[in-house]
């Protein structure tokens, strides 16, 4: 079975209100899982992380054991994050390289087959569009929560 995994990570600011988009389909193009995730104040590349541990979280949850033999391709709109993934560039921030290090973990055990490709901008709109869903989200709850200090 092969799973194509979009992964898209934001912030508005950087820190700023940040948040996570994944969107994973089979083989064929059917959706297999949404998800979209507030992150509270981070920079982008740590939401861009984040975004990657989150969807590979989903897909262990729902294909345990499996995982090891399938086909599982990850593709995103970071240039940086793919070569920092895929051993090209080193990751020299501490925060950035726990995430780093928490997905390299997941790959040895649980993603023998994981290949990252980077695609343009335009090739992850769903990814996109659910980080941006979730940084509104924040953004509102965050309104919310100023008014209702005062």
């Known amino acids: 079975m092969k799973i194509i ?4 990570g934001g912030s508005r600011g950087n820190p700023g209100p940040a948040g996570a988009g994944v969107y994973i389909e089979d083989g064929e193009g059917k959706v297999v899982k949404k998800i979209a995730k507030f992150l509270g104040k981070r920079t982008n590349n740590w939401a861009e992380y984040e975004a990657v541990v989150l969807g590979l979280e989903a897909l262990k949850r729902q ?5 090891r ?3 599982i391709e990850l593709r995103m709109d970071s240039e940086l994050i793919v070569r920092q993934l895929n051993g090209i560039y080193r990751v020299k921030n501490p925060d950035l ?6 997905i390299q973990k997941m790959r040895a ?3 023998l087959l994981l290949k990252i490709k980077h695609i343009r901008r335009e090739k992850n709109k769903e ?3 659910l980080a941006n869903e979730a940084m509104d989200a924040g953004e509102s709850l965050r309104h919310i929560d100023m008014h209702d200090k005062s």
Do not use: I
């Not at 995994?5 to 898209?8: A, E, K, L, P, R």
């Not at 294909?63 to 995982?67: M, Q, R, W």
């Not at 390289?97 to 928490?102: A, I, L, Q, V």
């Open 5 to 8: 995994m979009y992964s898209d």
């Open 63 to 67: 294909f345990g054991e499996k995982l």
């Open 69 to 71: 033999s399938m086909d």
């Open 97 to 102: 390289r726990e995430k780093y290090m928490k």
């Open 109 to 111: 055990e649980d993603f």
């Open 127 to 129: 990814a996109d569009a």
